[in-house]
């Protein structure tokens, strides 16, 4: 498909203004042609983008940047800390991913140093990790909520430092990360309801708020996906998904009242905020990769890959519904009003009495004879100007990668070519909407076109959001799903499985 090579240009227009203006610093600003240094001041872009350049076969511009790479210290002055969530899915994934392609021995070494360097997150009374540290000092210090650890930055670890432990044999990699999924096994929680705030020195659960937003997201993904890293070697990391997935599809998913779009969204102490976020936008993907992959019941698997379809097209929609062509980074959803004992028909599918909730929908659907699609996977018109299902609480796009991620899992798992559609439109609003003479740029506002630019690249964009489109535009399956398995910033880290020797050194049963 001609896209990719479009995609791979887009990609070399954002790489070599990085790499004239900003690199050796984090990100480039795309609009003032300066640099910022917003994650550690080691050069996060081009880490970030080293499996991209394999991937995309760009190897001229890989090996020119092995001089930068070899030279990486990961030093950090006295007063300065290394984000730990930041760090390991940036930097420590984009250097093992890059080793898993190009087998260069100076990636694997930088990802040792790196590796150790972070352990000391994890000296506290709990075992959960502290928010950052000092990679030189080993001092650690709490984030924003000071005392708690946030769902995503505990459980967002496993896969990079498990694989590390894999390729170095060290123990202290396995079993710091491995800990935490003792923690969260031996939590008292109900069903699957794992909740996004943890007290750090107790592990014990801080807040009520369950969710697949901000807090959270990528812990979904790495329980489903250390199954699927190890072989399926780990039962415990799958039956935790599997607690946690059921939880999401009974109490997150919901239809709105006007065009009957399927969401996802959080609940706090179980009431719903209808906030639908962009990053949520991943769920769909994961949930159609645990359907072709897991030893689901076929009524398990046809629910994950109901909600897969209706996510990832109402995620599509967002973008179609909006002038720019482009998506807001959160909505608010209007909520299905409860009105008591509102009866079902199938003239109104979205039947109050529900309050929205989708399996609640799907199962009056199943008692009225399943006319039509299920709820929630109906295909309808954008609303360009019409009236939407939703309000914008943050308007602007940031060059976020989760639809066109979901678009990719949805075209590999599914085979129906409209994802690479869809992807192609998103593709031809981000060339619209956000390219500048050395770069690409957030925007304010999806609502106008042209749309105003911010003065950022943040450096996913080329670690996740052009690879997801490369990948989705090339007919060739170059990382094949069942031999390798995407990080959160769409690292690639292949499939393998622990050696007798390794089950024992690492207590695996």
Not at 242 to 260: A, C, D, E, M, Q
Request: glycine share 6%; proline share 6%.
């Amino acid at each position: 498909m001609r896209g990719r090579f479009a995609v791979k240009d887009a990609f070399l227009h954002a790489y070599r203004g990085y790499r004239e203006y900003a690199l050796p610093h984090d990100e480039l600003l795309p609009l003032s042609s300066q640099s910022v240094d917003n994650f550690n001041g080691w050069g996060v872009t081009l880490v970030d983008s080293l499996d991209t350049m394999l991937i995309m076969g760009l190897y001229d511009e890989f090996y020119d940047s092995m001089s930068v790479i070899s030279n990486m210290s990961f030093a950090l002055k006295n007063d300065s800390y290394a984000p730990f969530f930041e760090t390991v899915i940036r930097y420590l994934g984009g250097l093992l991913s890059a080793h898993a392609l190009s087998h260069e021995p100076v990636l694997l070494a930088k990802a040792d140093d790196l590796g150790r360097m972070l352990l000391p997150v994890f000296n506290t009374s709990s075992g959960l990790p502290m928010y950052a540290v000092n990679t030189i000092t080993g001092e650690t210090r709490s984030g924003w909520a000071s005392g708690t650890v946030l769902w995503a930055e505990a459980l967002s670890c496993q896969l990079e430092y498990k694989y590390l432990a894999h390729l170095t044999g060290r123990r202290e990699y396995f079993d710091n990360v491995e800990k935490i999924m003792d923690i969260m096994r031996d939590a008292n929680i109900e069903e699957g309801l794992f909740p996004t705030k943890w007290r750090l020195t107790t592990a014990i659960p801080y807040n009520s708020q369950f969710s697949v937003g901000a807090f959270a997201d990528s812990a979904h993904e790495y329980l489903l996906k250390q199954w699927l890293l190890t072989s399926g070697s780990e039962a415990k990391a799958k039956d935790l998904y599997l607690r946690v997935v059921n939880s999401i599809l009974k109490h997150l998913l919901y239809v709105s009242p006007n065009r009957n779009l399927l969401y996802v969204t959080d609940v706090d102490h179980g009431v719903p905020s209808h906030t639908f976020e962009h990053l949520s936008c991943f769920l769909p993907g994961l949930l159609t990769l645990g359907a072709h992959t897991l030893p689901l019941s076929p009524r398990d698997r046809q629910l994950h890959s109901w909600a897969a379809q209706g996510l990832a097209y109402t995620c599509w929609l967002i973008y179609a519904d909006h002038p720019s062509g482009l998506a807001p980074d959160e909505v608010v959803m209007n909520a299905v009003p409860y009105a008591g004992n509102t009866s079902y028909t199938v003239d109104n599918p979205s039947h109050e009495y529900t309050a929205g909730v989708w399996l609640e929908h799907v199962k009056e659907w199943e008692n009225h004879g399943s006319p039509g699609v299920p709820p929630g996977l109906e295909e309808i018109s954008p609303a360009v100007s019409g009236p939407r299902d939703y309000l914008a609480r943050k308007p602007g796009y940031l060059l976020r990668p989760e639809a066109v991620e979901s678009f990719y899992l949805m075209w590999r798992t599914t085979g129906d070519e409209k994802w690479r559609e869809r992807g192609w439109a998103v593709f031809e609003a981000i060339q619209k909407e956000t390219k500048t003479p050395i770069g690409y740029a957030s925007v304010s506002t999806v609502e106008q076109s042209p749309s105003p630019q911010l003065d950022e690249m943040p450096s996913f964009f080329m670690a996740e959001t052009l690879k997801y489109l490369y990948l989705l535009f090339n007919d060739e399956e170059i990382i094949p799903l069942d031999r390798w398995v995407f990080n959160t910033e769409a690292h690639p880290l292949p499939i393998f499985e622990w050696t007798p020797w390794e089950k024992k050194q690492y207590g695996i049963k």
